[in-house]
């Protein structure tokens, strides 16, 4: 799936903030206007630092894993995990 303003989730280098709630990982690239989900625990071969999370049984997935949707993105600061946060849980309470 390609979507203009979305960078890939395994391509480039750019910074990203990542929450991985109920089984999905939430991503936001910095400069993106999506943010990608994917589906599981989605660390894609890269250090990742996780304030807190409480994850399911499966497995963590180090390879690309496919895109299941993307959620719109504010153009606020990519960094802003509130907004992310926020984001996700209008996103679940869409499901």
Request: glycine share 6%; aromatic share 12%.
């Amino acid at each position: 799936m390609t979507i203009r303003g979305l960078t890939h989730p395994y391509a480039g280098a750019t910074a990203c903030s990542r929450m991985f709630v109920n089984g999905f990982t939430f991503r936001w690239v910095k400069g993106d206007r999506y943010v990608a989900v994917m589906r599981g625990t989605c660390v894609d071969q890269r250090r990742v630092y996780i304030f807190s999370d409480h994850f399911n049984d499966g497995p963590v997935f180090e390879t690309p894993q496919p895109l299941i949707d993307a959620i719109p993105a504010p153009h606020t600061e990519w960094a802003d995990d509130s907004t992310l946060r926020q984001l996700i849980q209008q996103w679940l309470a869409k499901r």
